[in-house]
């Protein structure tokens, strides 16, 4: 069991030069949270409340202006293969087919060609995509790549998987079919999750937990714990959950804290 | 990649229409080309026949395609034409392996170290602009007559090209594809090895493509000045003795030869780097 945490951190982006107004952006504030290994924590928050920033720390790509991001203690320092990411936009290799973006965390750790290729494809069967290793990368609809993208994580064995809305470029059906992809794989992967969202659907749908984010400064207003994950892998059908009666009745919770203050319309 | 900058496919859709409706369909752009092509050889053919220029200044289309023949069977100043050839081809190979072994890790320092780019830009600035045959002389001097000043005074002219779209190539290396590597454990090394290297392809390519033209622009013009065999010398010794026939079987030859290398650069892009359309 691991356990990602988040001690009193906050992030301010330097003043952009010739930007009026000038002085530096404070992006996130107090920032405390935890994300354990049997948990999928999902963020919510209106556009540029902080989100992908808070998940850039987490991976690594950002170091905080205060306070402390660790795995199990140790601080983190950099980006490393513990907290494998997942990207909007896939970030797969074009100059690679699909079995070898799966395999390029295990040619980075040396693992020789045919044993990777190997244990690319056994992934590459987890995820559905048994007959596209041999693919382009351009030869693969949203869906599949990131499939892909998600099987290429996993590769690198990570304590956590870091996702920055990957579902957010996909159409709603295939979108409802890869939430319940996502849950199998967090499931089978015993990576904790921290999942990036701009959906309340898809956060409650799941998130083990689900943690408002509230923009200038983003802090973190709500947090609640959700249950339904646990339903949906137990068999329930991903419609019958949404329709049930407590799920809206949360969903509209959740709107009212993220809208509070304001009229903006968000994603469903 | 081919950008249309056509004025006719520019032009309002209406116009197009109504031009369209007048004239039937349209004429087929190689059609228009091949056309002009036999009317140039043709006003060529009629004038010299008629002797209109004299046939030391302009000789025959037909005169042409027979010392062409000649080129290839006999030669001209002591080598055939395939000779000649082979010692331009060699040049250009040679300058291009050496501007490649250079540049390439010189454009990935600019690109990638700003203390590489400190050392490097000026140089390569002052290089760029300057005409290679204003350093011939100079590269004579020092490293005398032979093959090697030949391939220096190549090599130098493709340089700039192929510094400056390494450069490029891995500065325009995608963000997301850095920090996926990163997050999936790559070291600073394997991050340049196995990302931006590989992002950069395309676009070192195009600068290969590009020094290549650079170069046989270089070649040529070299070579009239200070060899002893290759297409450029030929020319020059047939103009010495007002052997025109020659002068324009080897003008044709360099041409043919330049599509030739353009065409096989483009080959080599697509096959090397399809996925570059799809970024
Ligand atoms: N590199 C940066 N320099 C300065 N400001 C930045 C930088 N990156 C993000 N910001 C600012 O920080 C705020 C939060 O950005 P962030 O990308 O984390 O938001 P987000 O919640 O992920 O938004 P979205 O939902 O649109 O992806 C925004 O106001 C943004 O303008
Ligand atoms: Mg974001």
Do not use: C
Request: hydrophobic share 50%.
């Amino acid at each position: 069991m691991s356990i990602l945490t988040f001690r009193n951190v906050s992030l301010r982006y330097p003043p952009q030069p010739g930007r009026k107004g000038a002085g530096e952006k404070r992006v996130l504030d107090g920032i405390n949270l935890q994300v354990a290994s049997d948990e999928l924590v999902a963020v919510i928050g209106r556009s540029g409340s902080g989100k992908t920033s808070l998940l850039n720390l987490a991976a690594g790509f950002l170091a905080p202006s205060t306070g402390t991001i660790t795995v199990d203690g140790a601080p983190v320092r950099g980006p490393g293969a513990d907290r494998a990411v997942v990207f909007q936009d896939d970030a797969l290799y074009p100059w690679l087919d699909a079995r070898d973006n799966v395999a390029f965390p295990l040619k980075l750790k040396g693992v020789p060609l045919g044993e990777r290729r190997a244990r690319a494809q056994a992934l590459l069967d987890r995820v559905g995509l048994a007959d596209a290793g041999d693919r382009n990368i351009w030869e693969l609809s949203g869906g599949m790549r990131q499939r892909v993208g998600i099987a290429r994580a996993l590769a690198a064995e990570p304590r956590f998987l870091l996702l920055d809305e990957p579902l957010g470029a996909l159409d709603a059906l295939t979108r409802t079919r890869m939430q319940e992809f996502l849950l199998r794989i967090k499931a089978e992967s015993g990576a904790g999750a921290l999942l990036i969202t701009h959906s309340i659907e898809e956060a409650l749908l799941l998130g083990t937990r689900v943690v408002v984010l509230s923009p200038n400064p983003g802090r973190l207003t709500a947090e609640i714990e959700a249950g339904f994950n646990a339903e949906v892998r137990a068999g329930a059908s991903v419609a019958a959950v949404k329709a049930s009666p407590i799920f809206k009745r949360m969903h509209a919770g959740l709107t009212g804290l993220i809208h509070s203050g304001d009229d903006e319309e968000l994603a469903a | 990649m081919t950008f249309s900058t056509d004025i006719e496919t520019l032009a309002p859709a209406a116009d197009t229409a109504t031009d369209e409706k007048a004239a039937g369909r349209p004429i087929p752009v190689a059609l228009i080309s091949a056309v002009t092509v036999a009317a140039i050889i043709g006003a060529w053919a009629v004038a010299a026949s008629y002797a209109l220029v004299s046939p030391v200044f302009l000789p025959s289309p037909r005169q042409v395609v027979v010392a062409l023949y000649n080129l290839v069977v006999t030669g001209f100043v002591d080598a055939t034409l395939a000779e000649h050839v082979g010692a331009s081809l060699y040049r250009i190979f040679g300058a291009l392996i050496a501007s490649i072994l250079i540049g390439i890790p010189a454009g990935i320092a600019i690109g990638t170290s700003r203390v590489g780019r400190g050392i490097l830009d000026p140089i390569v600035e002052f290089l760029r602009p300057l005409p290679p045959l204003a350093y011939l002389p100079l590269i004579i001097i020092w490293v005398g007559i032979g093959e090697a000043s030949k391939i220096t005074v190549i090599a130098l002219s493709m340089l700039p090209s192929i510094i400056l779209s390494t450069s490029a190539g891995v500065r325009s290396v995608s963000k997301d594809h850095v920090n996926a590597a990163r997050s999936l454990g790559a070291t600073r090394r394997q991050v340049l090895a196995e990302v931006v290297l590989p992002s950069a392809v395309p676009s070192i390519l195009t600068g290969v493509r590009i020094a290549l033209g650079a170069g046989w622009t270089t070649l040529v013009a070299a070579e009239l000045v200070a060899a002893t065999s290759g297409i450029g010398f030929m020319i020059q010794s047939a103009a010495q003795f007002l052997v025109t026939d020659i002068v324009i079987a080897g003008i044709v030859v360099i041409a043919l030869i330049a599509i030739l290398l353009e065409f096989l650069a483009r080959l080599i892009e697509r096959r090397l780097v399809p996925w570059a359309a799809h970024r």
